[in-house]
């Protein structure tokens, strides 16, 4: 066993605590069970998510026994927000095949074998049976209205768009997975972001009700970026998922590569599993060399190696490599080259003769202007395919293209762009 609160609070991974020093006083006595929940809203986990299933792996590295539990119930209603209006509901199908999607992405970082082998359940095994009559007194009865209506979700949502009893009893369904993993498997902890608070502690006190029994809850901070932007979204608002069919493995990858300065120490204690003083070392070296992005570097591939393998992160450090000049582009597959391209400036273009170089540069975006691509290639600093491009005439053939349908634009050392050659219905 080891001070796994220790670890957490070094890293700034704890925001919220029931009783710290009870909490450490039960981990240090042996191995506890302990559980966090991840709702199927959407057909992915994401970035925000990641925060909480590696919360759990560090537990059970420590020598703890943790159960992911999937919201099939709780999905089919969703969280309240405090700043949004009702969720759209989903249909039971719908919902179902997402539970299958996440139940697989928060397993794969878990160890289902040994003395502290993970469990994966869904809520809906036990909320499924229910009768409503069956809620409402075995439940509902323990949960004063006047607590519920000063919870500050619902105080907001009041004030503003309104609550449906459908969310209001949201609460309700989430404190009931707590005493039913209680009752079950004993699990005496629930872990969770601080947004949900309210609903761990609500659990807490439900199994104090009902059982008579002692249970912690133990919250992350939600992280902030240093440039005031929404950690986990893209410049343009766009989620950064744990599905490679959501967010290619490429474009995770130059994620953490592009991180800020300012944040990697951040993100190295959260999302990483190296040991204190490699992580001290690493923002040392990165201080001293910032151009260098070694702290980053390393972040990026520790990362999208435990979400997506280590096939596909060498894959995606090949790609990121070529297309700055520095690896052969026509060893990368497909795939890999097509979500590298789409990351960066590109043009579509249709099938037939191809535009000459100085179209596409202006095309791509990567030079304002045909002039300037011109210029561009007169000072030796147009590249395509990775090969310096020294006629203002240049034309490029079927030949130049990659799998039969890109090409790969460099101005200078650090800017690249992409053509595809579509072919429209």
């Not at 709702?39 to 943790?66: K, M």
């Not at 949004?84 to 539970?99: D, G, I, K, M």
């Not at 990121?320 to 060893?331: H, K, T, V, Y």
């Not at 990567?366 to 210029?375: G, N, T, Y």
Request: glycine share 8%; charged share 25%; with cysteine.
């Amino acid at each position: 066993m080891t001070d796994v609160l220790e670890d957490l609070a070094w890293r700034d991974l704890i925001a919220q605590s029931t009783d710290l020093d009870e909490l450490r006083a039960l981990l240090a006595a042996g191995p506890v069970t302990l559980y966090c929940g991840f709702d199927p809203t959407a057909p992915s986990l994401h970035l925000g998510n990641l925060i909480q299933i590696l919360t759990l792996r560090r537990f059970q590295l420590a020598g703890h026994r943790p159960i992911g539990l999937v919201g099939g119930a709780t999905g089919l209603i969703g969280d309240p927000s405090g700043k949004s209006a009702e969720r759209t509901l989903n249909s039971e199908e719908v919902v179902a095949a997402w539970v299958e999607r996440i139940r697989a992405q928060v397993a794969k970082f878990l160890d289902f074998e040994g003395p502290n082998a993970a469990l994966m359940v869904s809520n809906l095994e036990w909320t499924g049976p229910m009768t409503a009559i069956e809620f409402l007194r075995d439940i509902g009865k323990h949960f004063p209205v006047n607590r519920m209506l000063a919870r500050e979700t619902v105080k907001t949502r009041l004030e503003t768009t309104g609550m449906s009893y459908t969310e209001f009893s949201y609460v309700l369904l989430q404190a009931m997975d707590f005493l039913e993993l209680y009752r079950r498997y004993g699990c005496r902890l629930q872990t969770g972001g601080s947004d949900q608070w309210g609903n761990l502690t609500a659990g807490v006190d439900l199994i104090r009700r009902v059982e008579g029994g002692t249970a912690h809850a133990l919250t992350t901070p939600l992280l902030t970026k240093a440039d005031g932007t929404k950690f986990g979204k893209t410049a343009g608002g766009e989620t950064y998922w744990l599905d490679p069919e959501l967010t290619s493995p490429y474009a995770f990858y130059q994620f953490w590569i592009n991180a800020d300065d300012r944040d990697v120490e951040k993100y190295l204690k959260v999302f990483s599993f190296r040991p204190r003083e490699e992580i001290q070392q690493l923002v040392k070296e990165s201080a001293e060399r910032p151009a260098a992005r070694i702290a980053q570097r390393a972040l990026a591939e520790e990362v999208t190696t435990l979400v997506h393998g280590a096939d596909e992160c060498a894959k995606v450090v090949a790609a990121s490599r070529a297309l700055f000049g520095q690896g052969a582009l026509e060893e990368l597959d497909e795939r890999t080259l097509g979500a590298a391209l789409a990351e960066v400036p590109r043009m579509e273009i249709p099938p037939g003769d191809l535009p000459p170089v100085v179209d596409l540069l202006a095309g791509s975006g990567l030079c304002k202007s045909k002039s300037e691509a011109r210029r561009t290639i007169a000072q030796g600093g147009a590249y395509l395919n990775n090969t310096k491009v020294t006629s203002e005439e240049a034309v490029p053939t079927t030949e130049d293209l990659l799998h039969g349908r890109f090409l790969v634009l460099r101005r200078g050392k650090r800017n690249v762009g992409g053509v595809e050659v579509v072919r429209r219905a």
